[in-house]
């Protein structure tokens, strides 16, 4: 288990990477070029000096997060393949900086969707809240405003260029439906992976957050069907998917810890939160602790143990905890407790095999 953090950059984070540092067993940073506008190619030198500063830290920067699929290539309207070429430079000169997984998603206009960014829970915190009954009657530009409001740094899914041109967006979708949407990825990725490859890099498909339509725009990354639907589209060992407990697990058809067992191993990336889930549909996120949430965190990582996972995980959206004031969901403080959780919970498995090995050792006996 190769522990990372996500970190948004110099001048888009409130944290530093001096404080990361002081989180133990902390690997890597999970980076992107946020101030890039989706579609534009990431550059060599701009590459350079992110890795080159992440790097001067002490840490690895093998994955990215995300490099944004452009609306032009979800929609398959005219000019995809120009996006698309785009895409596939960006990724060739990330494989030339050894980056070794791109996350990536293929969710129409809005990549996450929350209701209430800073809800209060009954701990004296706040976190991320889902409201279901406000989005099936909320008007998208109320959501927007809600979202732009709670920060002003850049949101990743929520950029001002996108926002801007919502009502054309949402007037383009009108003509794709999930299975137009398959097509339109399936495009993507028979034109990408050969590139990915070539690259020694890993496609990394992250799920709907969350994982179900919402207004009216169609979600195919849902549940363990996509994920075999996904597996048909192509063998390739460059095409993954980032195991995400919190947005999958959202919808409670979906078990994870059934979901790791399969799919760990295509899994090259995984992000590991809590989520509590309510009988109306909303949800709230949590600490990391499994007897917060809805989501069995214990057996998660129990079954990533099993299986000798090697992939990078972080810990997901965390609470705001200690008055800390950061981005919504992306504060230090929760998810450095998560993290330490999380090598808790790895430890007592490691512990457990050890001592099974040493009750089956003949020299036990002597």
Same mark, same amino acid.
């Given at each position: ?41 990431? &550059?060599?030198?701009?590459?350079? $000096? @992110?890795?080159?500063? *992440? ?6 920067? !093998?994955?990215?997060? +995300? ?122 990725? &028979?034109?990408?992976?050969?590139? $990915? @490859?070539?690259?020694? *890099? ?6 709907? !957050?969350?994982?179900? +339509? ?153």
């Amino acid at each position: 288990m190769n522990i990372t953090f996500r970190w948004y950059g110099r001048d888009n984070d409130t944290v530093s990477l001096d404080q990361v540092k002081q989180i133990p067993g902390v690997k890597g940073i999970v980076w992107a070029l946020h101030h890039k506008p989706v579609g534009e190619v990431w &550059e060599i030198e701009e590459i350079q $000096a @992110e890795v080159n500063y *992440i790097q001067s830290f002490g840490f690895h920067t !093998d994955v990215v997060e +995300s490099v944004n699929v452009h609306e032009s290539i979800k929609l398959g309207n005219k000019d995809r393949m120009k996006y698309i070429e785009n895409y596939k430079q960006t990724i060739r000169n990330l494989g030339e900086f050894g980056v070794k997984v791109i996350c990536y998603n293929f969710m129409p206009v809005f990549d996450w969707t929350r209701t209430e960014m800073f809800h209060p829970l009954e701990d004296g915190s706040t976190a991320l809240f889902y409201e279901k009954a406000k989005v099936d009657n909320l008007d998208p530009e109320e959501l927007i405003r809600t979202v732009s409001a709670s920060s002003d740094m850049t949101l990743p899914g929520w950029e001002p260029e996108k926002l801007a041109r919502i009502t054309e967006l949402f007037d383009a979708y009108k003509e794709v439906d999930e299975e137009a949407l398959w097509g339109n990825l399936a495009f993507f990725l &028979e034109e990408i992976l050969p590139v $990915a @490859e070539e690259a020694g *890099i890993k496609m990394a498909i992250h799920p709907d !957050d969350p994982p179900w +339509s919402i207004f009216g725009l169609p979600r195919i990354i849902t549940g363990e069907q996509s994920y075999e639907k996904l597996i048909s589209i192509s063998d390739s060992p460059a095409n993954g998917f980032t195991l995400c407990t919190g947005s999958m697990g959202a919808n409670p058809a979906n078990d994870m810890v059934e979901i790791a067992k399969k799919y760990a191993s295509r899994s090259p990336f995984s992000h590991i939160r809590n989520v509590k889930i309510y009988e109306n549909g909303d949800f709230v996120e949590t600490s990391h602790y499994t007897q917060d949430g809805s989501i069995n965190i214990k057996d998660v990582v129990g079954e990533l143990n099993k299986q000798n996972y090697q992939g990078y995980v972080r810990p997901d959206h965390g609470r705001h905890i200690w008055g800390e004031v950061c981005r919504p969901g992306y504060g230090l403080y929760d998810r450095a407790l998560g993290i330490m959780y999380l090598h808790g919970l790895w430890d007592a498995y490691e512990s457990n095999k050890e001592a099974g090995e040493l009750q089956c050792s003949p020299f036990m006996k002597i």
